[in-house]
């Protein structure tokens, strides 16, 4: 598969009611969302994520909307909640955190009087957040990462 999907989850955004766009666009996802090994795939063409994104605006009609969003999710433990996501929020909303790998973490500040905006300078830290964490889908544009949805 493009992407390496195995359930809808995997390419799901955090509130689990839509597709996240980071998997309809021309790039291979960057992110950790599951611990499976694919093998490399080699000469994907233009052509194979058309084909991926109609493939989902078919299964997905509803401007990529699950016609029954997806409930809580269910992870076996603390440590798979976090390793198998890239994108946290605080409980407060103040931080959004990315998972760089395991050990690296950055996080980034809420803007002033904004309520999905978040600065694109970081802080990067050697642990993991302490609190609360929700999953986050972000995306990032006009010089700042943007909350899309959140979810725990």
Known sequence: MLHGVVNVSDITAA???????????????????????????????LSDYTQWRQAMEFLFPDNLQLRQPLGNWIIASDTEWIDNWDWFLSGNREFLYFRLDSRTWH???????????????FL?????????????????RDGRIHLLSYGS
């Open 15 to 45: 509130d689990g009611g839509k597709l996240d766009n980071v998997f309809l666009v021309s790039d291979a996802f960057e992110g950790t969302r599951y611990d499976y090994i694919w093998p490399c795939k080699h000469h994907v063409l």
């Open 107 to 121: 996080r980034f500040l809420r803007q002033p009087h904004s309520h999905r905006g978040y600065h694109e300078d």
């Open 124 to 140: 990067v830290m050697q642990a993991p957040p302490i609190g609360d964490l929700s999953r986050a889908t972000v995306c990032s």
